[in-house]
């Protein structure tokens, strides 16, 4: 079985999900397209998403490769199991509702989501380097 109901949510799964919605939504996939790249339903994406369902090791691997990410995309910045409660906050700028805004209300989301994506179009590397510094 892929996947299952989990009524004890760990905070790792919590940070999984997290990361899962900010990748797909950062190469402007919808949950549709990445249901039939994954053969899933879009109810199990949303699943995903929302940590209704648990993604297996096997589903993980599978997304990353959708995803263009390593596997290990999805647990970076978790170093541990308290680190992720501290991170899900960070992470939940990417909620359901793109016009909802950060924990501390100073930068919508849609903004953010808005800088991602300009800044992955910038193709020149000394361009990218300049933005960042």
Known sequence: MATSPNPKVDSIDLYVSKRLKMRRVILGLSQKKLAEAADVSIQQIQKYEKSTNRISSGKLY??????????????????????????????????????????????????????????????????????LT
């Open 62 to 131: 599978s997304l990353a490769n959708l995803l263009k990410v390593p596997i290990s995309y999805f647990f970076e910045n978790a170093s541990s199991y308290n680190d992720c409660k501290n991170n899900v906050n960070t992470i939940s700028i990417f909620a359901e509702d793109q016009d909802n805004f950060l924990s501390d209300d100073t930068v919508p989301e849609k903004e953010v989501l808005n800088l991602i994506k300009a800044f992955n179009e910038v193709k020149n590397p000394h361009v990218r380097k300049k933005l």
